[in-house]
C-alpha cells in the first residue's frame, strides 16, 4: 500500500518516473566523492604542516612571517565565501563549484612555482578565495539534495574530504621530505592543481541543487532532479511539497516553468537588510546560532593542533624533522577515524548530543594537554610521562574535534537556514569561520611565546567551557527535520527549551 505522506495522491507516473530515476542516484553519490575530492584539496593544513618546516629553512623567515603565511589563506578565504553566498543564488550551486575548481587550481599552481616568499603569499592568497567558495557551496548542495533521513550522513562527507586531505598532506609530506629542499615543499603544495582540474571538468555533469531550481521558478527540471535524490516517489512528492510552500507556489501547481511571487523573491540588497538588519525573531536566533557554532569550531583551537602539531611534538621531545611529520601522520589517522564514525553516528544519536559529547572531551584534553606541557617544559624533558601524556591528549583533542564539532557545524549550519536566506546565511557563517581560523594560525606561536605553549591550551579549554554552555542553550536538535521545518525550532527565543513541546512529525523514511 502506497502511503499519502505529502497530502495528496501519488500517481502512477510518479512511481514509473522514479524507477527510470532511481539508477541515477549514484550520480548524486559520485558528486558527493568528488566534492569531497575538492574539500580535500583545498584543505591544504595538513600540507602547510610539514612543508612550513621546509619554507621556513629555504627562505630563512621569522615566526611572525611564518604565522602569516600559515594564516593569509583563511583571510582570503573571508571574499570567497562571502562571494560564493550571492554567487551561488545567482549562478546555482553546481557552477559555484567549478569556480571553486578553477580558482583553486590557479592558486595551486602560483604556490607550486613559488620562487619567492611574496609569490607565496600571492598564491596561498588565490587559493583561499577557492577554498572560501568550496567551503561555503559543499554543505549548501549536500544539504538540499539530502533527504532528511541520510542529510547528516551526506552533508558531513565533505568534513570526511577534508580529514583525508590532512592525512594525505601528513603523507605527502613525509615522502617528499627526503627531496632536496628546493624541490620538495612545491611539490607538497603545487600536486593539488591535478586532481582539481578533474573536479571542475568532471561537476557538469552532476545535477543541479532542485531547491535552486525552484527558487528560479524551474519547477519541472526540480521534479526530475528530486526523483533521483530521493528515496521513494512519497518523499519527493514531499519534500516537492515543502518547498512549494516555502516559496509560495499552489501544492497542485505541476507547470514546467513558474513564476515565484514577488513576496518571496529576496535578492541583493533585500537579502542583507532582511537576515541582518530586520530578522523576525527565529531568523535572529538562527543567525547567532550559525554565526555561533563556526565561531566556535575554531577559537576552541583545533587548527593550532592540527596546524602546529610538528611544534607540538617538538616540545614533548620529539626532535627530529621526519619524526614530527611521521607523528604528524598519526594525528591524521586519528582525525580521519572519528570522523567516520561522526558520520555514522550523526542521523542516529543526532546533531546536539554529538556536539555536546565532543565540547566535553575537548575541554578534558585540552585541560590535560597544557597541564602536560607545562611539566614538560618545566622539568627540561627529564619527566618522559609527561611527554608521553602529550602526545596522548594531542590525539585526544583531535578525536573528540572530529566526533562532533568538526563535521557537525557545517551540517548544522547548511540545514537551519530558510531557502532565501540559505546562501548568504552560510557565508557569513563560513566567513567568521575562516576569520576565527586565520586568527589562530596567525597568533598561536605568538601567543605560546608570550604565555607559553601550555598556558595557550588552558586558554583554549576555558574558551571550550563557553562554548558548551552556548551549545547546550542556543542549539536545538534537528535531526529528522525537513529544511522547510527549521524555523519553528527557533521560534522559542532560540532556546533548547522548545524540546519539551510538541514538535512537527514529518514522515520517516
Excluded at 541543487?209 to 527558487?215: A, D, E, G, K, V
Aim: aromatic share 10%; with cysteine.
Amino acid at each position: 500500500m502506497i502511503s499519502k505522506s505529502s497530502g495528496s495522491p501519488i500517481n502512477l507516473s510518479s512511481h514509473l518516473l522514479f524507477l527510470n530515476s532511481a539508477i541515477n542516484l549514484s550520480s548524486h553519490l559520485l558528486f558527493l566523492n568528488r566534492l569531497m575530492i575538492i574539500l580535500c584539496l583545498n584543505s591544504d593544513t595538513g600540507v602547510m604542516s610539514g612543508a612550513m618546516i621546509f619554507v621556513k629553512k629555504e627562505f630563512k623567515i621569522s615566526d611572525a612571517k611564518t604565522e602569516v603565511l600559515a594564516g593569509i589563506l583563511n583571510l582570503c578565504a573571508l571574499v570567497g565565501s562571502l562571494s560564493a553566498g550571492r554567487t551561488s543564488d545567482y549562478i546555482g550551486r553546481r557552477y559555484t563549484i567549478v569556480i571553486a575548481s578553477v580558482i583553486f587550481l590557479l592558486g595551486s599552481v602560483v604556490m607550486g612555482y613559488g620562487p619567492s616568499y611574496a609569490v607565496l603569499l600571492i598564491g596561498r592568497c588565490v587559493a583561499g578565495v577557492g577554498v572560501g567558495f568550496a567551503l561555503m557551496i559543499a554543505p549548501v548542495y549536500s544539504a538540499e539534495v539530502s533527504s532528511p533521513s541520510t542529510r547528516g550522513f551526506l552533508s558531513s562527507l565533505p568534513e570526511v574530504g577534508i580529514s583525508i586531505g590532512i592525512l594525505l598532506g601528513y603523507f605527502s609530506n613525509y615522502i617528499f621530505s627526503g627531496l632536496p629542499l628546493r624541490l620538495g615543499w612545491r611539490i607538497m603544495l603545487g600536486i593539488a592543481a591535478i586532481p582539481s582540474l578533474f573536479l571542475a571538468i568532471g561537476i557538469l555533469r552532476m545535477p543541479e541543487s532542485p531547491r535552486w531550481l525552484i527558487m528560479k521558478g524551474r519547477l519541472g527540471e526540480a521534479k526530475e532532479i528530486m526523483y533521483k535524490v530521493s528515496n521513494d516517489p512519497e518523499e519527493a512528492e514531499f519534500r516537492l511539497k515543502e518547498i512549494k510552500k516555502a516559496m509560495g507556489i499552489a501544492e497542485n501547481c505541476d507547470d514546467e516553468i513558474v513564476k515565484i511571487p514577488d513576496s518571496v523573491k529576496a535578492q541583493g540588497e533585500g537579502v542583507w537588510k532582511e537576515l541582518l538588519l530586520k530578522p523576525t525573531k527565529s531568523l535572529r536566533w538562527i543567525l547567532i546560532a550559525g554565526v555561533g557554532i563556526h565561531f566556535f569550531e575554531h577559537a576552541t583551537g583545533i587548527e593550532a593542533v592540527i596546524l602546529y602539531s610538528h611544534k607540538i611534538f617538538d616540545k614533548a621531545g620529539v626532535h627530529d624533522h621526519k619524526h614530527q611529520i611521521l607523528a604528524t601522520v598519526g594525528v591524521g589517522l586519528t582525525k580521519l577515524t572519528f570522523i567516520l564514525l561522526s558520520t555514522i553516528l550523526i542521523d542516529r544519536v543526532g546533531r546536539r548530543k554529538l556536539l555536546l559529547t565532543s565540547l566535553s572531551g575537548m575541554v578534558v584534553t585540552l585541560t590535560g594537554l597544557g597541564v602536560f606541557l607545562t611539566l614538560a617544559e618545566h622539568s627540561g624533558g627529564k619527566l618522559i610521562w609527561a611527554l608521553v601524556l602529550s602526545i596522548i591528549t594531542t590525539y585526544g583533542v583531535v578525536m573528540f574535534f572530529n566526533i562532533g564539532l568538526g563535521p557537525v557545524t557545517w551540517v548544522y549550519t547548511a540545514e537551519i537556514f530558510p531557502l532565501k536566506f540559505r546562501g548568504l546565511g552560510v557565508g557569513i557563517g563560513v566567513a567568521v569561520n575562516r576569520l576565527m581560523n586565520a586568527t589562530v594560525s596567525m597568533s598561536f606561536l605568538s601567543i605560546s611565546a608570550a604565555i607559553t605553549t601550555g598556558g595557550a591550551f588552558f586558554m583554549f579549554a576555558g574558551i571550550s567551557v563557553i562554548a558548551l554552555i552556548f551549545f547546550y542553550f542556543f542549539l536545538p536538535e534537528t535531526k529528522g527535520k525537513s529544511l522547510e521545518e527549521m524555523e519553528a525550532l527557533f521560534t522559542r527565543g532560540g532556546t533548547c527549551s522548545n524540546h519539551v513541546s510538541k514538535q512537527v512529525e514529518i514522515a520517516k523514511y
